[in-house]
């Protein structure tokens, strides 16, 4: 297909009435089977992400190890409130040692991190199981916690503080 094509296309497009979609069509569209999505070696691979921390997450069947950053779970993450975060979307879909997960995380602090590989490997297990989506999307693990902090302004000591005023 040429560029000639494509711009006939875009104009008959753009010339055409819009349509409105009838119920059918959009209910048809919105009710689609979402397929799994599994790699070559039978991983499934998602991106999560948590103030300034972003981590790489491929999960796949196997006896519930963890590796972050070619260290254990429990090593990595020494505090017992982060390996409880990074546990909840295995404990929330029933999945507890099911699944092997292996990541890379950088950025930010030790509580960003954990919240980040939690993010990555919700978005993974609906890739393996795309049946699990509503349970995990109920839990607030696939939406993305978008506060960061803050970044500093000139003329000020932080972000919203001010230097102390004198008058004299």
Partial sequence: MGLEDLKSAVKSAKAAPKEAETSADAS???????????????RSYATGKRKNAIARVWIKPGSGKILVNGRTGPEYFARPVLQMIV??????????SQYDVWCTVAGGGLSGQAGAVRHGISQALTFFEP???????????LTRDSRIVERKKYGQAKARRRFQFSKR
């Fill in 87 to 96: 546990g909840q979307p295995f404990k929330a879909a029933n999945r507890i």
């Fill in 28 to 42: 048809a569209t919105a009710a689609a089977p979402r397929v799994a999505k599994i790699d070559a070696q039978g």
């Fill in 131 to 141: 049946d699990l989506r509503g349970v995990l999307k109920q839990g607030g693990f």
